[in-house]
């Protein structure tokens, strides 16, 4: 069975996810990165620049298609991905067939700043402020499709990723 993480961008999905796929003793899989890996530039900001938001999304949904007809793994979602119609197909059918479980790590708003100002990384703006300026409104926005996704919502606002991975490690151990 796949376990999908999703979350905002900066609630720890890739971090947690490697842990928790050591745990599991399945493969980790980013879809930030595969979907990168399909594009000629290096980085998500250039892409979005060069071919557009849509080409990155319609590449995410590709790519978690693939992933779920592959081994069964953890995988990253990016922060996005279960905002687009077609990706909330493919996660609701493999859930419904016993082929995934989802879990939201879900983060607030203040945390996410916190932890986004000490290391932005490759992250392009989503409303066309600044990543940090823009939390409130994208977290508003995402968190109720998030929870409505989830099979299991986890506060990770405050937990170390270690015991993150050791709780979601028992928890899917019992489902």
Do not use: H
């Amino acid at each position: 069975m796949n376990v999908l993480l999703i979350g905002p961008r900066g609630s720890g999905k890739s971090s947690v996810g490697v842990l928790l796929a050591g745990r599991l003793e399945i493969p980790f899989r980013d879809l930030d990165d595969l979907v990168l890996g399909s594009f000629e530039q290096t980085s998500v900001t250039e892409v979005w620049a060069t071919c557009g938001e849509s080409a990155w999304r319609a590449a995410e949904v590709k790519s978690l298609k693939n992933s779920l007809g592959d081994e069964a793994s953890v995988i990253a979602l990016g922060g996005g991905v279960p905002m687009i119609k077609d990706a909330r197909i493919l996660i609701n059918l493999a859930r419904d067939a016993g082929e995934a479980v989802v879990i939201y790590l879900r983060c607030e708003p203040d945390e996410l700043r916190r932890r986004l100002v000490a290391d932005i990384g490759d992250r392009p703006g989503l409303t066309g402020e600044d990543p940090i300026a823009e939390i409130d409104d994208v977290f508003s926005q995402r968190d109720p499709t998030y929870v409505q996704l989830a099979d299991r919502v986890f506060d990770v606002s405050t937990a170390a990723v270690e015991k993150i991975a050791d709780d979601l490690a028992e928890w899917i151990r019992i489902v």
